[in-house]
């Protein structure tokens, strides 16, 4: 089974995620993420690994669950979205019978906190390019900017990889007004939750790291009393 975790704490799991935790022999997953359910864990057989191990935990996992064990490959968030479903089912092939149990992405936790910016049509863009070329990355920002989506930017800046949450924004920029709101959530669903709402021109001046999900609103979208919404075009 892959298991989406949700965006943090326990809570935020739902009862199908946690009753296939419960019923697995090994949990597999990155180590952050096992502390974030480590009561649930208690007794199992853990396997953790760092960030960027994800084919080296994905053939653990598989050898367990050939080998006859009832296996669970935790991911954050929905493990379907940028997670360990893919790799998984890739895989497994045939081998093994795998289920994808699904989570709250960062996308609707995220939005959540802001208020409700994701209303209406919107795109999720990765700025990760250690997989996907920057090209990519930027043709997909220009088509969702000149098409007026929301655009929703995971792994928006890391470490080592400042330069393209500028880039996206000099991008989106191009279609869209200085004024834009702008929602930054960091470690929504955690105790140390975050939220800014600022603009197009400004989000530079924020902090913003790999535990952040960056909300750009689209030309319709405002704020009011402190949350980010974009209407859905009812007549209120
Ligand atoms: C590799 S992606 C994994 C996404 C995950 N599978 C999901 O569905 O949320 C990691 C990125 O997700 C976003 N993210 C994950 N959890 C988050 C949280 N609790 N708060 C804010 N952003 C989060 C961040 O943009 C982070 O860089």
Do not use: C
């Amino acid at each position: 089974m892959v298991v989406g975790l949700g965006p943090g704490e326990a809570r935020q799991l739902t009862p199908r995620a946690v009753r296939a935790i419960e019923e697995a022999q090994v949990v597999v997953g990155y180590k952050t993420y096992l502390a974030f359910i480590r009561e649930l864990i208690k007794g199992k057989e853990i396997i953790s690994s760092g960030m960027r191990k994800e084919v080296d935990r994905a053939r653990i996992a598989l050898m367990k669950a050939a080998a006859g064990q009832a296996v669970a490959v935790v991911s954050s968030g929905d493990p379907g979205v940028y997670g360990m479903a893919g790799i998984i089912l890739e895989l497994a092939g045939d081998r093994v019978a795998v289920e994808v149990i699904p989570g709250v992405t960062a996308a609707t936790s995220a939005a959540a906190v802001l208020g409700a910016p994701l209303m209406h049509d919107f795109a999720v863009i990765s700025l990760s390019d250690l997989l996907t070329p920057w090209e990519t990355i930027a043709k997909r920002l220009e088509a969702a900017a000149d098409s007026d989506f929301v655009v929703v930017i995971y792994n928006p800046q890391s470490q080592g990889r400042r330069k393209q949450i500028a880039a996206a924004r000099d991008i989106l920029l191009k279609y869209r007004s200085q004024d834009t709101p702008v929602g930054i959530v960091q470690n929504a669903g955690r105790p140390e939750e975050k939220k800014r709402i600022t603009t197009l021109a400004a989000m530079l001046d924020e902090e913003i790291n790999m535990q952040s999900t960056v909300i750009v609103g689209n030309s319709q979208t405002k704020i009011r009393h402190g949350h980010m919404i974009t209407p859905r075009g009812y007549v209120l």
